[in-house]
């Protein structure tokens, strides 16, 4: 596989990468153009519901998005750590190896759904971006920089909650999920417990509230993905016209969907029944701590 590279105006162009920040970001990307470089559509961010807002924006023609940059016909996302410039060289080296781990192992969780239900694999290449970020005094920091493309299924692109649960799930390894199971009862229970752990900072405890209102329904979405998302077009997911009146779904995702409040009437309508009917409980109570 040929190497990709970061496209140098965006390394250029972005003090995105002079900022410190403990998890990943993440971005929309485009395909590698004919040198292999990679352009980054919109910015990084750290919040998941951000980003399905970028791709509201676009499929809805908002005021100041440019012309359609984002593929709908696959999802490709970018993922960006930071060893930030306090940490000594050798927790470099072991962040390094880290970071690879844990995309690993978020490749891992998303391939294992894929193919117990028959979608298309995602697959994962790190990009590379030596010799190209420098720090506000001018310094060479490529080294400090980790950027992963991970392209897949537009399944996932479907809806807001969707786009949703896949960066979940991509993300959880960051906050120690290890990712060591071998069937899917042992991943489901892997999911449970890591919802139960004790949390060491605000992220972890965040996606752990999140992930304890998801596990116990990720196979009713999966199971029922035809039903839920089948009936409609890509467009009528992120439109805010078939949400609660005067809600614009900023705040849409799956963890809305999974307590029973998602503003898309239709859809959660059509999951509260599926709930109902395979007695699954939705208790918008379980594992808050905000």
């Not at 003090?15 to 352009?39: E, S």
């Not at 940059?69 to 930030?84: A, C, E, G, M, Q």
């Not at 849409?252 to 059509?270: A, N, P, Q």
């Amino acid at each position: 596989m040929k190497e990709m590279i970061l496209h140098p105006e965006y390394a250029k162009n972005n003090v995105n990468f002079n900022y410190d920040h403990d998890g990943p970001k993440i971005a929309f990307c485009l395909p590698p153009d004919k040198q292999n470089r990679i352009r980054v559509v919109n910015y990084f961010d750290t919040c998941r519901e951000t980003i399905t807002g970028f791709l509201r924006a676009q499929l809805h023609k908002a005021p100041k998005v440019k012309k359609n940059t984002i593929d709908t016909s696959r999802v490709r996302l970018l993922f960006y750590f930071k060893i930030n410039e306090r940490y000594k060289p050798i927790t470099v080296t072991r962040r390094t190896k880290l970071y690879d781990n844990n995309m690993l192992k978020a490749l891992k969780i998303v391939n294992h759904l894929e193919k117990k239900y028959k979608w298309g694999r995602t697959n994962l290449q790190k990009i590379s971006c030596k010799d190209q970020i420098k720090n506000r005094q001018g310094e060479d920091i490529s080294d400090n920089i980790h950027l992963y493309m991970l392209v897949g299924s537009s399944k996932w692109l479907k809806s807001p909650q969707m786009l949703s649960l896949y960066m979940l799930l991509l993300r959880i390894p960051s906050w120690g999920l290890k990712a060591e199971f071998k069937t899917h009862r042992e991943f489901i229970k892997e999911l449970e417990d890591f919802s139960s752990s004790k949390g060491s900072s605000y992220n972890k405890k965040k996606d752990q509230s999140y992930v304890v209102q998801v596990y116990d329904k990720l196979d009713l979405l999966f199971a029922n993905y035809n039903k839920l998302f089948g009936r409609r077009t890509l467009k009528s997911f992120y439109d805010k016209n078939n949400y609660t009146l005067g809600d614009s779904g900023a705040r849409e995702g799956v963890y809305k969907l999974c307590i029973g409040k998602s503003v898309d009437r239709d859809l959660d309508r059509r999951f509260q029944i599926l709930c109902k009917e395979n007695k699954i409980e939705i208790n918008v109570k379980k594992g808050r701590f905000f």
